[in-house]
């Protein structure tokens, strides 16, 4: 069986599936919840200096499995967070990171508190109200630096214009890298009421879970391949092979939010126990072989000479007709049940190999 052990900044999680900050663990029972369906480490909801007062209501589902949410941070004050924290690390048995939110001036008052008082493995910084600007958001994770000896991961906003700048910047403050936040502002609405789905002004949102992973990928694979810090890969994980994208593009681990609320704290250790399926049946002893694959795929991928065509493998098609239906060009048709392709019109979009669920087409050179 695979060693699903990872450690990231000396923390040892028993395995690579975390929690992101959200209503999947705003209190004691929650994180317990967690610990119990079983994740490799807890992060907590976001606390502030002030408790947050979210108009309801708050999480609402959308399209492509997505979420959308106008939730903030924790609506429990200081004092009462930190009792739930110390609570919930009485009863789990993996490392817990306490994430905080969001001026400098928080980070002085948050920081000695919470590392006195809760004594976390981590803190965790949320960017998602600071702005887009790089220099509040290294002021924040400066201020964060002078608080506290513990580690500190910075959580990335999909908004930010510079990730690479950013993250080659702050890597001298922090000790790691969260990415992503969820994605927005966005909106939602009935078209029978024409009311919005959420509480907030006009609202607007932020979206999250399976609609915003290939952002995440993308964003993960840009810190990772600017500097040496850990990267925890987060944004619509609901599978093992989600996780493995993430580990494949240079991440350390994954958190999971959207999708515990979806389906339960079991989720956790659902996605754990598919990558070490997974891992064991592709002949792979641990978490760490796979890690940064993605830029082995890159150097090795097919480049094409000029524009391919489409090639249909009569041997296995099927004849069921998706790829011709799919082709917006008007490149395939049938003949006598087999899908066949006419050259001239098809651009390799590769749009019809997506419908194919029986590999029987693959782009090649057009001769």
């Not at 200081?78 to 994430?99: G, T, W, Y």
């Not at 809760?118 to 949320?126: L, T």
């Not at 810090?229 to 999971?256: H, R």
Request: net charge negative; glycine share 8%.
């Amino acid at each position: 069986m695979a060693d699903m052990e990872v450690k990231i900044n000396g923390i040892k999680f028993r395995n690579p599936v975390l929690t992101a900050a959200g209503p999947n663990v705003m209190d004691a029972k929650h994180m317990i919840g967690a610990f119990n369906g079983g994740v490799g480490g807890i992060v907590s909801k976001t606390v502030s200096v002030k408790p947050a007062r979210d108009r309801r209501p708050t999480i609402r589902k959308t399209v492509c499995r997505g979420l959308v949410n106008c939730e903030t941070w924790s609506e429990l004050s200081l004092e009462e967070m930190v009792e739930e924290l110390v609570k919930a690390k009485e009863k789990i048995d993996v490392p817990l990171i306490v994430s905080v939110g969001y001026t400098p001036l928080d980070m002085k008052k948050l920081a000695p508190v919470i590392e006195k008082e809760v004594q976390p493995d981590a803190i965790e910084f949320s960017t998602h109200y600071v702005g887009k600007d790089i220099e509040p958001l290294l002021a924040v994770a400066k201020a964060l630096r002078e608080s506290t000896e513990l580690p500190i991961w910075m959580k990335i906003s999909p908004n930010t214009p510079n990730i690479e700048r950013l993250a080659v910047e702050a890597s001298a403050y922090v000790d790691g890298f969260v990415a992503i936040n969820s994605f927005g502002p966005v909106l939602d609405f009935d078209i029978e009421t024409f009311e919005p789905v959420l509480g907030s002004e006009y609202g607007q949102g932020w979206l999250s879970g399976q609609a915003i992973l290939p952002i995440a990928l993308r964003i993960v694979y840009q810190i990772a391949s600017v500097q040496s810090k850990p990267v925890i890969g987060v944004g619509g994980v609901e599978k093992g092979k989600d996780a493995i994208k993430f580990l494949m593009v240079g991440a350390s681990a994954v958190q999971i939010c959207s999708a515990a609320i979806r389906y339960g704290h079991s989720i956790y250790g659902k996605v754990a126990s598919e990558i070490e399926k997974w891992l064991d049946e592709h002949g792979y002893s641990s978490v760490e072989e796979i890690r940064n694959l993605y830029r082995e795929g890159l150097k090795k991928r097919r480049i094409y000479e000029g524009v391919p065509v489409m090639f249909v493998d009569e041997e296995k098609c099927t004849g069921c007709t998706l790829c011709v239906r799919a082709c917006m060009h008007g490149a395939l048709y049938m003949d006598n049940k087999i899908a066949k392709v006419i050259p001239e019109n098809c651009i390799g979009c590769g749009y019809c190999q997506d419908m194919c669920n029986f590999d029987a087409m693959y782009l090649i050179d057009r001769q």
